[in-house]
T-cell receptor
Framework: EDQVTQSPEALRLQEGESSSLNCSYT??????LFWYRQDPGKGPEFLFT???AGEEKEKERLKATLTKKESFLHITAPKPEDSATYLC????????????FGSGTRLSIRP | DAGVIQSPRHEVTEMGQEVTLRCKPI?????LFWYRQTMMRGLELLIY????????DSGMPEDRFSAKMPNASFSTLKIQPSEPRDSAVYFC?????????????FGQGTRLTVV
């Protein structure tokens, strides 16, 4: 069964304390892996797409990496405004190319 | 482009009433998704359209739920009759179905409360 698992469920960091969020997936035929940011009361906001193992994407303090089984979202020297829920999603070649989401990691950055 | 537009933003209805949620996808996108988000279950895919045709509705919880996409610029999700357990935030998302633009872009959601 296609599955996406994120860890940890919640993460509290001090401002400037770097860390990583994990997304592991079990799918048949990965078409793309996506990272989103979601703020309270809003829809998920697209951050990155990764297509193949070894690929990396960066945006400000965020860097996403991909292996054959998992993806990491590295946060370097985070600021309070980086506090949000980060969601990982995958799109498969099978299952009519639908997109399924993990349960997310709630990130809180203390000043 | 204004992005994916959903209406209404909030809906409060009584149990047993019909509820219709609306979505206008991004122009040029040919894939459209309806998701439901709750604290307990996260983001669940309800149904997925490609070129206005329903491709996968395996996530639709029961026959009370139905979705249509009469044209490339409009979709509806209907719940009839509504029940308190349907209370959630419903998101619509759209994407290009092919090539490099496979990521989905979301609307702001409709917060549904059934009392």
């Amino acid at each position: 069964e296609d599955q996406v698992t994120q860890s940890p469920e919640a993460l509290r960091l001090q401002e400037g304390e770097s860390s990583s969020l994990n997304c592991s997936y079990t799918v048949s035929g990965l078409r793309g892996l996506f990272w989103y940011r979601q703020d309270p009361g809003k829809g998920p906001e697209f951050l990155f797409t990764l297509y193949s193992a070894g690929e990396e994407k960066e945006k400000e303090r965020l860097k996403a990496t991909l292996t054959k089984k998992e993806s990491f979202l590295h946060i370097t020297a985070p600021k309070p405004e980086d506090s949000a829920t980060y969601l990982c999603a995958v799109r498969m070649y099978s299952s009519a190319s639908k997109i399924i989401f993990g349960s997310g990691t709630r990130l809180s950055i203390r000043p | 482009d204004a992005g994916v537009i959903q209406s209404p933003r909030h809906e409060v209805t009584e149990m047993g009433q019909e509820v219709t949620l609306r979505c206008k996808p991004i122009s040029g996108h040919n894939s459209l998704f309806w998701y439901r988000q709750t604290m307990m279950r996260g983001l669940e895919l309800l149904i997925y359209f490609n070129n206005n045709v329903p491709i996968d509705d395996s996530g639709m919880p029961e026959d009370r739920f139905s979705a249509k996409m009469p044209n490339a610029s409009f979709s509806t999700l209907k719940i009839q009759p509504s029940e308190p357990r349907d209370s959630a935030v419903y998101f619509c998302a759209s994407s290009l179905g092919q090539g490099s633009g496979t990521e989905a872009f979301f609307g702001q959601g409709t917060r549904l409360t059934v009392v």
